[in-house]
């Protein structure tokens, strides 16, 4: 079974400040990780994903991150925080089968607050 | 190209009612998840359907089914409603099962029992 745990349920950032937020995994097989960000009201978009090519990914609106098996981490970065970044983020893990794609177990997700 | 669409918006049901939940996929898009998002949490995976037929199951119970139609539109139906039942319901489609096919996700539908 996989699951992931994300650090901190609230993160408050300066604008123009280093954004990050935590995620470890847990998983028995190789996993696919993915970062999705929700705003108020809406559904979740998907920022970037990991499917064990580059352990280094880049995602929209300058986010990135690092897959690092020997930490399980997968921590999702972006070098200034932007007021528009303010919403809730979530981690999530597939085990990777074929047909796995859309049945994603996800954390609990961390709320970014951006302070001017 | 429309994107998912979700309805309705809004729901108050009483405790014991049955309610579905409307999903019309992305053009194209033969693969609905729906997922249910309860207040401060993740969204958990309920159930999965590839061209009409359930293709994997979440850890929620019976009274959670659902439905895909030949346009690939989908329904989630919940029987005797329970208070913890109350949840954002979330609806993504996508090309395929296939991993290179992304999630496109709708709004959701907020359901409230009382």
């Known amino acids: 079974a996989q699951s992931v745990t994300q650090l901190g349920s609230h993160v408050s950032v300066s604008e123009g400040a280093l954004v990050l937020l935590r995620c470890n995994y847990s998983?028995?097989?190789?996993?696919?990780l993915f970062w999705y960000v929700q705003y108020p009201n809406q559904g979740l978009q998907l920022l970037l994903k990991?499917?064990?090519?580059?352990?280094l990914v880049k995602g929209i609106n300058g986010f990135e991150a690092e897959f690092k098996k020997s930490e399980t981490s997968f921590h999702l970065t972006k070098p200034s925080a932007h007021m528009s970044d303010a919403a809730e983020y979530f981690c999530?893990?597939?085990?990777?089968?074929?047909?796995?794609?859309?049945?994603?177990?996800f954390g609990a997700g961390t709320q970014v607050v951006v302070t001017p | 190209e429309t994107g998912v669409t979700q309805s309705p918006t809004h729901l108050i049901k009483t405790r014991g009612q049955q309610v579905t939940l409307r999903c019309s996929s992305q053009?194209?898009?033969?693969?609905v998840s729906w997922y249910q998002q309860a207040l401060g949490q993740g969204p958990q995976f309920i159930f999965q359907?590839?061209?009409?037929?359930?293709?994997g199951r979440g850890n929620f119970p019976p009274r959670f089914s659902g439905l895909q139609f030949p346009n690939y539109s989908s329904e989630l139906n919940v029987n005797a409603l329970e208070l913890d039942d109350s949840a954002l319901y979330l609806c993504?489609?996508?090309?395929?099962?296939?991993?290179?096919?992304?999630?496109?996700f709708g709004n959701g539908t907020r359901l409230t029992v009382t």
């Open positions: 359907y590839y061209r009409e037929e359930e293709n």
């Open positions: 998983s028995s097989v190789p996993p696919y």
């Open positions: 993504a489609s996508s090309l395929d099962t296939g991993l290179n096919s992304p999630l496109h």
């Open positions: 990991y499917t064990s090519a580059a352990t």
């Open positions: 053009s194209g898009h033969n693969t």
């Open positions: 999530a893990v597939s085990d990777g089968a074929t047909d796995s794609w859309g049945k994603l177990q």
